[in-house]
Nanobody, 113 residues
Framework: VQLQASGGGLVQPGGSLRLSCAAS????????INWYRQDPGKEREWVAE???????HFAGSVKGRFIASRDNAKSRVYLQMDSLKPEDTAVYYC????????WGQGTQVTVSS
């Protein structure tokens, strides 16, 4: 199982970023994929979940600002992040649970003026 997040960067408050997670090594279309984030010194925080058929769930802190989507043909999930705030600064990870948690390499998102 491999997961690789990408698309992070530096953005000003109010800006947008689109993260991507490429997955391989498992039956992607049958698994829910999660996004988490972690700021240094803080616990890892769940951000969003996208179910196999596309239903999404979001943490209250990002609801209305983030949109998750997936392309099962490409084994990819996406996290569109709009109206970014400084408190969204973190390393973002994608995750899948298959008997245990698998984590991809994260991507750094920094929201700062």
């Amino acid at each position: 199982v491999q997961l690789q997040a990408s698309g992070g960067g530096l953005v000003q408050p109010g800006g947008s970023l689109r993260l991507s997670c490429a997955a391989s090594g498992f039956s992607f279309s049958s698994r829910a994929i999660n996004w988490y984030r972690q700021d240094p010194g803080k616990e890892r925080e769940w951000v969003a979940e996208i179910m196999p058929a596309g239903e999404t769930h979001f943490a209250g802190s990002v609801k209305g600002r983030f949109i998750a989507s997936r392309d099962n043909a490409k084994s990819r999930v996406y996290l569109q992040m709009d109206s970014l705030k400084p408190e969204d600064t973190a390393v973002y990870y994608c995750n899948v649970l298959i008997s245990r948690d698998y984590w991809g390499q994260g991507t750094q998102v920094t929201v700062s003026s």
